[in-house]
């Protein structure tokens, strides 16, 4: 791809031409004219020459692929970037492998007043279990160290740190020799943040934005809140995507309002909504989200509810008074009753116009059922969902069924379900959780390991783009159109296609007259498109070696 300037700016004139622009405006578009941070026109090739005099910049694009850029509705951006730069245990293969891999950071990293990691999944380990204390002890050479696991709601921690928190071994969720759950999770992990300086966290910041960006990501939505990291971590990121080039960055903070003090405290935080990871329960992986039957591994679990229906509907009722935007972490089909009986609760107060207008949102919505389903749709809530996860853990012998015996894993992250029933989706990564990875998160949706779940690569990538966008309010956005922000990527990809998971579907809708834009080919195995450019508000944000 060549351009006819270096120089790029979200206030000059960018005629790009040459390739495939995907726009509902025209399925057959090759060029498009960006002015002043906006799409002003996409059309066809002959077309295009009538800009190209007036242009400050034409940039062909040597058949590359333009599309909307992507939004990844559900990040950790601190966490994903001392993932980036620090231990990183998702590749481990044994406890083994995981144990020398905290021997070589500790050595590497001398001078780290606490040693921070991410990633561990035991189930996909031989051993079956997780690290003890005394083995970690031993790796960590008797230094603190905080390692949660992969789902980042429990952890495994030395003796060291341990005894940076007075009283901790009085507190809920507290075991000695087992994963730490609940507050001391949550304290143990308090401690082991405050040990990173504002200069380790910028860089944590600034390492997963320009991951994101390098990966055709536009914007992120932040999921923080005073459970998960802390308000200067919060404000500093918000600050340092007002301030730098790169992914918008929209902010949510998960802490319950029962007033209008209270939601003038979120806005005065710069939050969009008190929303994101506002806790209903836990996790299927630590045995911590709440469920009506009991685990098929732990037969006398059911999880953890930290709110229930009442204060679900105080916080929805409070949020939309003040017209502000509500949310909730929920996995568990009890914590998704609760969540409903709430949503309801608050519906009778104020009446289901005013709830549905506020967009309020559900992050994961992974065990739902018919009854819950419509009941999203009733009320407008956003299910904000992770396609990857069902990638990760789904299937006949993944970790859902392991948790929950394979009748029930099968009915997880009804992705088709929810499409039916005309409920919103924005889809995300909750990374760390899963990585950053856009264009594999539209291919677990569209090859969701239960067929009856799948969904179009078309309707995934549109929760993946416009989705998101809308998840905050906006319906101007997350599209190619006259207009609309400037958000977009372009990509290296092969031939293009209109993909459905009926193959019957997919065998005609190659056809050009079917009128729809196509996507790239995403099936199993296929190669995912390459990034060259990633544009935000007409400011190019990252550009690959052959953007």
Partial sequence: MTESTAHRSEHRTVLLRGGEVHSPADPFATAMVVEKGRIAWVGSEGAADAFATGADEVVDLEGALVTPAFTDAHVHTTSTGLALTGLDLSGARSLADALRLV???????????????????????????????????????????YLPRVDVHSAVVTTALLDLVPGVTALTGFHPDAPLTAAAHHAVRAAAHAAVTPAQRGAAQRAALARAASLGIGSVHECAGPEISD??????????????????????????????????????????????????????????????????????????????????????????EAGLQAGFHAIGDAALSAVVEGLRTAADRLGAARVRAARHRVEHAEM????????????????????????????????????????????????????????????????????LDPWGTVRAAAFHRTPGHRVSVRAAFTAHTRGGWRAVGRDDAGVLVPGAPADYAVWRTGELLVQAPDDRVARWSTDPRSGTPGLPDLGPGAELPVCLRTVVSGRTVFEGPNG
Wanted: charged share 20%.
């Fill in 368 to 435: 739902l059922t018919p009854k819950t389903i419509a009941a999203f749709a009733e009320f407008g809530l956003t299910a904000s969902v992770q396609p990857a996860f069902d990638a990760a853990w789904g299937g006949e012998d993944g970790m859902y069924a392991q948790r929950l015996g394979a009748e029930r894993a099968r009915t997880l992250n009804p992705y088709a379900a929810l499409l039916r029933a005309g409920v919103p989706l924005a889809f995300g990564s909750d990374s760390p959780v899963t990585p």
């Fill in 103 to 145: 021997r070589q950071h500790s050595a590497a990293n001398p001078g780290g007043r606490v040693l921070l990691g991410h990633g561990w999944d035991a189930t996909r380990w031989p051993e079956q279990r997780p690290p003890s204390r005394a083995e970690l002890d031993d790796a960590a050479g008797g230094r603190p160290l």
């Fill in 231 to 320: 308000e200067d971590d919060f404000a500093s990121l918000l600050a340092l995507a007002r301030t730098e080039p790169g992914p918008r960055v929209v902010g949510y903070w998960a802490e319950q309002v029962t007033d209008d003090k209270g939601a003038e405290r979120i806005r005065e935080l710069g939050a969009a909504g008190a929303a994101g990871d506002l806790f209903v329960d836990g996790s299927l992986g630590s045995h911590t989200a709440c469920l009506h039957a009991p685990y098929a591994d732990s037969p006398g679990t059911t999880g953890t509810a930290h709110l229930d229906a009442a204060a679900v509907a105080a916080h929805v009722t409070a949020c939309t």
